[in-house]
């Protein structure tokens, strides 16, 4: 029996976001880049602890009052947990867009066209962030496009023939049999009664393919107090530090001031990496030691993050298996303590899924899916893979947006997913 870990009832609603989205880390901001501001630590300056933080770690966060936690709370040490300001930077880090006024809710709005899950967005494509798509679809585009240009030859009359070799081609992107059976379903009807060309046809498959991507509802959970939370989950070595350090930097080249928290307790070199992802992307981490009770970790960040004025949480999680009913009781109880600092937290849930496993990665997905509350989808290791027709997968079968796609490991690798910039760069 899955364990819910997500009982919204928000009803989506389709955002304007990935229509076009600007170049998430441009040539420009990286040249402009000067290394973070230190953040005064506010650990020293606070009382003693006097509440929750004495308790047990595995028994504080059940019985925190949650109307003592409503407002900022004082960032009150404890052995357990450590907290570390942004370090100086060693190497540099694209320039953070300026403090701007902040909204109703103490948000800051977002300082330019770049967002993820509706904020906002108006924006030309971006010849830096085209050119990154491009290079990160190029193994799944060479598969897929040397396929269908034999299949598609100029000249050849669209018949059953055609199709099937179509069909072949497209399970060979692991876009999915029962993806790949809708979308012939519709392609053969379509092309065979307007006797369409094979420039038509191809014409006709990208429509459909768009229609797939278009049909799913981006995220909305929006926060209306700060922090915002984003946990990161899924099985292991898909990606979820590397990504969490890599977000951390994007969102504050947009102004967004993030904090990582480090709940990989299970993994000591997990919290490591962490760290120097925090020291390159120049935010505040707050970590636990290894062994330590995860919930732990985000009870502090989120603490430190209202006390500090932080504006998202990244929370990056320990890998674990869908069917480790322990790991997702700990995924569910780091829920309920997020819930009683912030209202409406977590308010992503982003699985981070490998897209070198192709269709083996979807069915951990579909699970993961069932039981974790996943708002969205990172796609990690696009660059690596001739497997990038998962990407379709995703959509017509778990019906979740892919909100981010991870191309390569250096910390300006991830790119907002973008479906008109994903498919002309697929098939031009
Ligand atoms: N090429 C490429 N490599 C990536 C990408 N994202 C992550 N990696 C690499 O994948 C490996 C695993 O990444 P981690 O971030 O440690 O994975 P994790 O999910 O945190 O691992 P666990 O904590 O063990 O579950 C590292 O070597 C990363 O550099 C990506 O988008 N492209």
Not at 338 to 359: C, E, N, W
Not at 403 to 421: H, R
Request: charged content about 25%; overall charge negative; glycine content about 8%.
């Amino acid at each position: 029996m899955p364990i819910s870990l997500f009982n919204s009832d928000d009803k989506p609603r389709k955002p304007s976001f990935f229509e076009r989205v600007r170049s998430a880390v441009t040539g420009e901001s990286t040249e402009s880049a000067t290394p973070a501001q230190e953040v005064p630590p506010v650990l020293e300056e606070t009382a003693a602890p006097q509440n929750a933080f004495e308790l047990p770690a595995s028994e504080f966060a059940e019985t925190l009052p949650a109307e003592a936690l409503v407002d900022p709370v004082p960032v009150i040490p404890n052995e357990a947990v450590e907290y570390t300001s942004a370090p100086k930077a060693t190497t540099p880090v694209p320039a953070r867009v300026a403090d701007t006024q902040r909204n109703e809710f103490g948000l800051k709005p977002m300082t330019s066209t770049f967002s993820f899950g509706g904020y906002a967005s108006e924006a030309e494509e971006d010849a830096s962030f085209m050119g990154k798509m491009r290079d990160a679809v190029e193994r799944t585009r060479s598969q897929l496009g040397a396929g269908l240009d034999n299949v598609l030859a100029l000249g050849r009359t669209v018949d059953e023939e055609t199709l099937d070799e179509l069909e072949a081609v497209l399970l060979t992107a692991d876009i999915g049999s029962s993806t790949t059976s809708e979308i012939m379903r519709n392609l053969r009807q379509r092309a065979l009664r307007e006797k369409a060309t094979t420039d038509e046809l191809k014409q006709m498959l990208k429509e459909e393919l768009r229609a797939i991507l278009d049909s799913v509802e981006q995220p909305t959970n929006h926060p209306t107090q700060a922090p915002e939370v984003i946990m990161m989950v899924g099985v292991n070595g898909t990606g979820k530090t590397t990504t969490s350090g890599k977000l951390a930097a994007l969102y504050g080249t947009h102004g967004r001031k993030a904090l990582l928290c480090a709940a990989d307790t299970f993994r000591a070199a997990a919290i490591e990496q962490l760290e120097v992802w925090a020291q390159r992307s120049g935010v505040d981490i707050i970590k636990t030691k290894q062994g330590g009770d995860p919930s732990a970790a985000l009870y502090d960040s989120l603490t430190a993050g209202k006390a500090r004025g932080a504006d998202i949480v990244i929370v990056d999680t320990a890998g674990r298996l869908h069917n480790k009913a322990g790991l997702m009781a700990e995924l569910d109880k780091m829920r309920r303590t997020a819930q009683k600092l912030v209202p409406g937290a977590p308010h992503q849930v982003f699985l981070v899924l490998d897209a070198t496993t192709g269709q083996n990665g979807m069915q951990q997905a579909r699970l993961f899916t069932e039981s974790a509350g996943v708002t969205g989808i990172v796609l990690t290791k696009l660059d690596g893979t001739a497997k990038g027709g998962i990407v379709i997968a995703i959509a017509r079968e778990l019906k979740l947006p892919v909100v981010f796609a991870g191309v390569g490991e250096k910390m300006e690798d991830i790119l907002p997913f973008n479906s008109d910039a994903f498919l002309d760069s697929l098939l031009g």
